[in-house]
């Protein structure tokens, strides 16, 4: 690929060595693009008008992506573009189910005694010690999906063993309907504040989503409650919360528009860090532990490397130290989005298929890991947007 | 020969993994899906209500009693026994009616409420203990988990909660 790149007249600003024609990216789309199509004809079969625009606008949009990520070899800012509209558009669709279903953002204790509440795939780890050692869920969901009760709790974690699966950590910048909001507030600003603070304290920062992870394991499991459902969750703000009917459901409403504001809007406009991602997200910690069983990863060809550390001051979760790009690894918590991969201005980051030499063929090992990440994140958030994207329809006059 | 033995393994792996992707909206995820459905788990009792004790047959409706449902561990919620009237469609304007949760033939508690004419509306009612083993409660909704009124589709729930003093026992 490198060689190659010297013969294509490559623009300026496609600066990656993994730059291709326009024939070849389009021939490496394709797959994409007819398992899109026939995901979704299958998918949305008996689905209304709007849904249906919804949907061939999203497999144009995924498509065109994806074709842009062959093209110019970069796929950060590709795969941004989508995960911010995720982030913004999946609660549109969201909010506007529960007003036309009942008519407010709050969910009433009724609804949670019947089994209506869709179930969170982040939810996953803190239901896992009483179901492993009682049989019993503590969420108030429905296991098995009806008419009445669609995002069960058993469709929910297939989903997301599946996905787990295939994109390991990769979960939370392909496949989170929540990270792309603070990814999209972290676009914004073009100087990065608190650098030297995140800098200092990230391997304090980077063990809070540990601690809150065990935290909230052991209490869920003690107290037969989803703690951070009901205390911690900020994107309940944005999607669905318990009904403020006395103090306590008061305060937890405060909690969630706290958490909200304070690390998915305010510390990612000043860091330009997805901070509730990297420095809060139990469920992210364990995503983490995921990317020990995934076959991909991102390493550092220490050969290539300069130690400038521009992938570490890039990198959105602080995925990188100064010791592990001497080791020519990421942490643990690294979430493939590519981001330390498309800033090197040495190719010393590099994708890598574990058990490969490194750096050998990395545009191979970002090829395998993004077409099935892609097609995932296509079925997954794009059957989201293409929901979010008829619920609009919906609202316009002229529809 | 390691290492081109750890490459094919490795890319059978990762091609694999493609094949997963590539089925998990056509077979796999409901494959998944199945085994979490078959793997005996069940809604928390402080979620669904517990287990059904009996049922009592009133006319042209019925009355579900379940069992008690005690918290465990650290759980901050009462003790509580569930009653769904049903189906709501068939009750009266005016429901007050004396039952017997327990099931030792005297009846422990007279439920009343009003049932409104539009089905999304909140309800309130009252509980009235006829002995000193549950709480009473006045004027109720969905105020908790262990004490509530509510219309959940066509049934209307009552939860009403056990004497701290007598769970105790």
């Known amino acids: 690929m490198a060689s190659r790149s010297s ?14 024609s326009v024939a070849r990216s389009v021939l490496l789309t394709l797959p994409i693009a007819l398992w899109s199509l026939l995901m979704f004809t299958r998918s949305f079969r008996h689905a209304g008008r709007n849904l249906h625009i919804g949907a061939v606008l999203v497999i144009f949009f995924m498509t065109a992506l994806f074709f842009l990520m062959m093209r110019t070899g970069e796929t950060y800012r590709w795969r941004r573009i989508f995960f911010v509209a995720l982030g913004f558009l999946f609660p549109v669709g969201f909010i506007a189910a529960l007003i036309a279903e009942r008519g407010t953002m709050s969910i009433p204790i009724s609804r949670m005694v019947s089994g209506d509440t869709p179930y969170c795939p982040m939810v996953t780890p803190f239901i896992l010690l009483p179901a492993a050692f009682g049989r019993t869920i503590i969420f108030p969901g429905s296991i098995v999906s009806s008419a009445g009760h669609p995002h ?3 469709e929910m974690i297939g989903l997301w063993f599946a996905f787990t699966l295939v994109l390991g950590k990769a979960w939370c910048s392909y496949a989170c309907f929540f990270g792309g909001i603070e990814e999209g507030f972290a676009a914004f ?24 992870l065990v935290f909230v394991v052991l209490v869920s499991a003690a107290i037969f409650e989803p703690v951070y459902c ?21 305060i937890q409403f405060g909690v969630f528009v706290t958490l909200f504001v304070g690390l998915v809007v305010v510390l990612p406009l000043l860091t330009k860090k997805r901070t509730q991602c990297g420095f809060f997200c139990p469920f ?18 220490r050969e290539k490397c300069v130690d400038c550390t521009l992938c570490q001051t890039t990198c959105p979760t602080v995925a990188l130290s100064k010791d592990s790009i001497h080791e020519g690894k990421t942490l643990l918590n690294c979430m493939k989005c590519g981001a330390c991969v498309d800033v090197c201005k040495k190719d010393a980051a590099v994708w890598h298929l574990k058990g490969t030499p490194v750096a050998v063929k990395p545009e191979r090992a970002r090829l395998l890991f993004l077409y099935g990440a892609w097609a995932l994140a296509t079925m ?8 979010s994207l008829a619920a609009i329809i919906g609202f316009l006059p002229w529809r | 020969m390691r290492t081109r033995v750890l490459s094919i393994l490795a890319y059978t792996g990762a091609a ?10 056509f077979k796999l995820m409901g494959i998944f899906s199945n085994g979490v459905a078959h793997a005996g788990l069940h809604i928390d009792a402080k979620f669904t209500g517990g287990t059904i004790a009996r049922t009592i047959e009133r006319s042209g409706y019925k009355i579900v009693v379940y069992q008690l449902v005690e918290p465990r561990l650290l759980d901050r919620s009462e003790p509580f026994v569930q009653l769904v009237f049903e189906p709501a469609d068939s009750l009266p304007r005016r429901v007050s009616q004396e039952i017997d949760l327990d099931g030792d033939g005297q009846p422990d508690v007279r439920v009343s409420f009003n049932l409104p004419s539009d089905p999304n509306a909140p309800m309130r009612g009252d509980v009235t203990a006829l002995n000193g083993k549950y709480v009473s409660l006045t004027h109720v909704g969905g105020e908790s988990f262990s004490r509530m009124v509510v219309r959940t589709g066509n049934q209307i729930v009552v939860r009403v909660p056990l004497n701290k003093e007598w769970a105790r026992r």
């Open chain 1, 230 to 250: 009901m205390w911690l969750c900020p994107f309940k703000t944005v999607t669905e919360f318990p009904a403020v009917r006395n103090l306590e459901t008061a």
């Open chain 1, 7 to 20: 013969v294509l007249q490559r623009p300026a600003a496609f600066r990656s060595p993994a730059y291709r």
């Open chain 1, 189 to 212: 600003p073009k100087r990065r504040r608190l650098h030297r603070f995140v800098t200092k304290y990230g391997e304090i920062l980077r063990l809070i989503p540990w601690a809150i």
């Open chain 1, 152 to 154: 069960a709790i058993a």
């Open chain 1, 380 to 387: 997954f958030g794009g059957s989201i947007l293409a929901g």
């Open chain 1, 284 to 301: 992210g910690a364990f995503q983490s532990l995921f990317n020990k069983i995934n076959l991909f990863e991102i390493r550092i060809n």
């Open chain 2, 16 to 25: 694999l993994m493609l094949v997963v992707a590539a089925c998990v909206p």
